[in-house]
């Protein structure tokens, strides 16, 4: 099992739609949960942090974490065609000695106009 | 603004030669990261360094190593380089925060590395 899932997609939505993006994790000691955007050939950018269970917003987008099903997403309201990116899941997990970010292998949205 | 600066964009290098490559960050960060991206793999952790001259494993490690002689610079080594390593290789800094590691990442721009 993956320590951190998400579907590939592409997810494809139309512009001013609802884009919901999932994550599982496997390590239930998991505290810090991020999502990052990362638009073809760059780097990725945080977004999003959440540490604690229920919904964070930020604009238009926001963050859910259930920790009992070990599960984070993200929704975009208003999704617009500059949201097109690959969006990663990342789950700060306690290893002996340091917490390590694990990043899942990302989610591809597409919005069309 | 915060800046992680990786020397080289593109990189194209031959079998079985020594590969160096620098990332320098300007944010006074305690920890710095190399991960490498591939497609349907995501980001892997090569290595961490938490402070001068520390270093840590990560997920990848092999056929890899790592310096860290001042704080701002932290530089990926392939040793002899193979076709397996041809990759995106992506550096990154954060700040130290108690507990953890991994809190808010800065990003490099990234390296496309070619071994031929």
């Known amino acids: 099992q993956k320590e951190v899932e998400q579907n590939s997609g592409p997810l494809s939505v139309p512009e001013g739609a609802i884009a919901s993006l999932n994550c599982t994790y496997s390590d239930r000691g998991s505290q810090s949960f991020f999502w990052y955007r990362q638009y073809s050939g760059k780097s990725p950018e945080l977004i999003m942090s959440i540490y604690s269970n229920g919904d964070k917003e930020d604009g238009r987008f926001t963050a859910q974490l259930n920790k009992a099903s070990q599960y984070v997403s993200l929704l975009i309201r208003d999704s617009q065609p500059s949201d097109s990116a690959t969006y990663l899941c990342?789950?700060?997990?306690?290893?002996?000695?340091?917490?390590?970010?694990?990043f899942g292998t990302g989610t591809r949205l597409l919005v069309s106009p | 603004d915060v800046k992680v600066t990786q020397s080289s964009r593109y990189l194209v290098k031959r079998t079985g030669e020594k590969v160096f490559l620098e990332c320098v960050q300007d944010m006074d960060h305690e920890n710095m990261f190399w991960y490498r991206q591939d497609p349907g793999l995501g980001l892997r952790l090569i290595y961490f360094s938490y402070d001068v001259k520390m270093k840590e494993k990560g997920d990848i490690p092999e056929g890899y190593s790592v310096s860290r002689e001042k704080k701002e610079r932290f530089s990926l080594i392939l040793e002899s380089a193979s076709t397996n390593q041809t990759s995106m290789y992506l550096c990154a800094s954060s700040l130290y925060t108690e507990g953890g590691l991994g809190e808010k990442l800065f990003f490099g721009s990234g390296t496309q590395l070619s071994v031929l």
């Open positions: 990342a789950v700060n997990t306690p290893r002996t000695g340091f917490q390590k970010l694990v």
